[in-house]
């Protein structure tokens, strides 16, 4: 399951996040979106994991987590139309 996760601190790295959602299961990607011409963080990102049991766990327990000082928000990612 492909997961968007919004409202992340600037200064939080692909490793931290992983490290993070892996609490819950394999975590087969991780992305953090940057600004093409700065390359700072956007605020939001992608984590994928594989099985759906272990995201929707990820999902329940991280929604509203604190984390960088921020509450992060996290919820299935739509398919881009």
């Known amino acids: 399951m492909n997961m968007y996760?919004?409202?992340l601190s600037f200064r939080l790295g692909e490793?931290?996040?992983e490290d993070l959602f892996r609490q819950y299961g394999e975590?087969?990607?991780v992305k953090?979106?940057?600004d093409?011409?700065?390359q700072r963080s956007r605020g939001f990102g992608f984590v994928e994991m594989?099985?759906?049991d272990e995201a929707r766990a990820?999902?329940?327990a991280l929604s509203n987590y604190e984390l960088g000082?921020?509450?992060i928000n996290v919820s299935e990612a739509r398919q881009r139309d």
């Open 5 to 7: 996760v919004s409202n």
């Open 15 to 17: 490793q931290e996040l």
């Open 27 to 29: 975590v087969s990607s």
């Open 32 to 34: 953090i979106i940057k």
């Open 36 to 38: 093409r011409e700065t």
């Open 50 to 52: 594989p099985n759906q």
């Open 58 to 60: 990820a999902m329940e």
């Open 69 to 71: 000082g921020r509450n």
